[in-house]
Structures are given as C-alpha cells and as structure tokens.
C-alpha cells in the first residue's frame, strides 16, 4: 500500500534540506567572493610551498616577517591575477559579458583613484564648454516657445471672438424665432381676430 503521511513528510524534510545543500554549495561555487577567497588561498599555497623550497623551513625571525609580507603582497597580486582569469575563463566567447567585467573592473579601480589636477580642470573645462554652447540652443529654445506661445494666445483669442459672436447670433435667432411664435399663437387664438 501507499506510504504514511509521517514518511511522505519525512522524505520531503529530507529531499529539501538535500535541496538546500546543494544550494548552498553551487552559490559557493558561483560566488565571485568565494571564487577570489579561493584564487588567493591557492595562491597563498603556492606561495609558502615555493618560499618552504627556497629558503627551507629554519628561518631568523626577521626573515620570516620578510616572506610573510612579501608573501602577502605576492598572494594579494596572484589572487586579483587568479580572479581576473578566471573572469576571463568564465566569460570566455561572450564577448558582451567580457566588455561588461572589464568595464565594471575599469569602474572599481577609477572609483579608487581621485581625480588628478589635470582631470578636474579638463572636467571643468568640458562643463564650461557645454553651457557656452548650448546657451545659444537654451535661447533658441526660448524664443521659439515664446512665439507659440504668442500664436496660440492670438489663435485662443480668435477662437473665443467667434464663439462669443455665434453665442449673440444665436440668441438673436432664438429671441426672433420666440416672437414670431408668440404672435403666431396670438393669431391663432380664436376671439382674437
């Protein structure tokens, strides 16, 4: 017969709490953060198997402080390197995801740096430029609305005469056509003739 309620439940506890796991694990796999934590301990790896090779493991304490910062900074390189590979690997025959990375990359690092001297006063420049020429287009742009402006005031104005003109004519008409009626009604009383 079919399975119990407690069993169904149980298997779907644990087909989702698979599900979670795996999950999990892709989104670790995926993560550009995992991706660079995992460049840069390989690199860091590599690093301190190479300086172990070199230099052997009895080292003066200074020597050590040495490796370890040089170690670093060669870990931090390889890993911003190792990520930047794998950019490229990841996005490799897409060329549209390839530009949008490498503009992103571009982005992070401009954002970095501050704006030099000469940038500031080229930026400047560039703004002065743009207002000294697009006032005229500003002007321009101001006229022309005020001339339509104009014509359609003169247009609105020349609208309501007519209107108003047809109102009077109308109510003249109205005013004739109820006096011819009146009389008409006065004539055909009878005992008025």
């Given at each position: 017969?079919?399975?119990?309620t407690?069993?169904?439940?149980?298997?779907?506890?644990?087909?989702?709490?698979?599900?979670?796991?795996?999950?999990?694990?892709?989104?670790d796999?995926?993560?550009?953060?995992?991706?660079?934590e995992?460049?840069?301990e390989?690199?860091?790896?590599?690093?301190?198997?190479?300086?172990?090779?070199?230099?052997?493991?009895?080292?003066?304490?200074?020597?050590?402080?040495?490796?370890?910062?040089?170690?670093?900074?060669?870990?931090?390189?390889g890993?911003?390197?190792?990520a930047?590979s794998?950019?490229?690997?990841?996005?490799?025959?897409?060329?549209?995801?390839?530009?949008a990375?490498?503009?992103?990359?571009?982005?992070?690092i401009?954002?970095?740096?501050?704006?030099?001297?000469?940038?500031?006063?080229?930026?400047?420049?560039v703004?002065?430029?743009?207002?000294?020429?697009?006032?005229?287009?500003?002007?321009?742009?101001?006229?022309?609305?005020?001339?339509?402006?104009?014509?359609?005031?003169?247009?609105?104005?020349?609208?309501?005469?007519?209107?108003?003109?047809?109102?009077q004519?109308?109510a003249?008409r109205v005013?004739?056509?109820?006096?011819?009626?009146?009389?008409n009604?006065?004539?055909?009383?009878?005992?008025q003739?």
């Amino acid at each position: 017969m079919g399975q119990s309620t407690e069993e169904l439940s149980t298997e779907i506890a644990g087909t989702r709490e698979n599900l979670a796991n795996d999950l999990d694990a892709l989104q670790d796999r995926v993560s550009p953060s995992a991706i660079v934590e995992r460049r840069k301990e390989a690199a860091r790896n590599r690093v301190l198997g190479v300086k172990d090779k070199v230099m052997g493991s009895s080292q003066s304490a200074a020597g050590s402080a040495q490796s370890s910062v040089s170690g670093a900074a060669d870990s931090v390189k390889g890993g911003v390197q190792d990520a930047a590979s794998s950019a490229g690997d990841s996005v490799q025959g897409s060329p549209l995801a390839a530009g949008a990375v490498a503009f992103a990359a571009g982005l992070v690092i401009a954002g970095l740096i501050p704006a030099s001297r000469a940038e500031a006063s080229a930026s400047k420049k560039v703004v002065d430029a743009a207002k000294e020429h697009g006032q005229p287009l500003v002007d321009e742009a101001k006229s022309v609305g005020q001339e339509v402006g104009d014509q359609l005031k003169e247009h609105a104005t020349d609208a309501a005469q007519q209107v108003k003109q047809t109102a009077q004519e109308s109510a003249g008409r109205v005013q004739e056509e109820g006096q011819s009626s009146a009389e008409n009604v006065r004539s055909s009383a009878p005992g008025q003739s």
